[in-house]
């Protein structure tokens, strides 16, 4: 099993920044990619950003390509969330998350930190 743990959430105004760490441990050798989702009140979660463990290949949403990076350091087993120009529609709690597996899903999840943008 791996246990992820998020932090770094909080309040930040509209075009400001706000940096996301997630902490991986316990069989993190078995690590494939790692991803950030988010879940806004009211909405279903949705897929932000993903990063292969090896080699280090991004994907992102098209919602938040240009503004967000994610990145990852395997020697400390983290992964980051770099969010510039933040917009009141970014606001939601955002769950870092692990797969094993190339085409399988993400099924190792962090409890969640909260985001919020204020206009």
């Known amino acids: 099993q791996v246990q992820l743990d998020e932090s770094g959430g909080g309040l930040a105004q509209a075009g400001g920044s706000l940096r996301l760490s997630c902490a991986a441990s316990?069989?993190?050798?078995?690590?494939?990619?790692m991803g950030w989702f988010r879940q806004a009140p009211g909405k279903e979660r949705e897929f932000v950003a993903r990063?292969?463990?090896?080699?280090?290949?991004?994907v992102y949403a098209d919602s938040v390509k240009g503004r967000f990076t994610i990145s990852r350091d395997n020697a400390k087993n983290m992964v980051y969330l770099q969010m510039n120009s933040l917009k009141p529609e970014d606001t939601a709690v955002y769950y870092c998350?692990?797969?094993?597996?190339?085409?399988?899903?993400?099924?190792?999840w962090g409890q969640g930190t909260q985001v919020t943008v204020s206009s």
């Open positions: 990063v292969r463990r090896l080699g280090g290949t991004t």
């Open positions: 316990g069989r993190t050798f078995s690590i494939y990619a």
């Open positions: 998350a692990a797969r094993s597996t190339a085409g399988g899903d993400f099924d190792s």
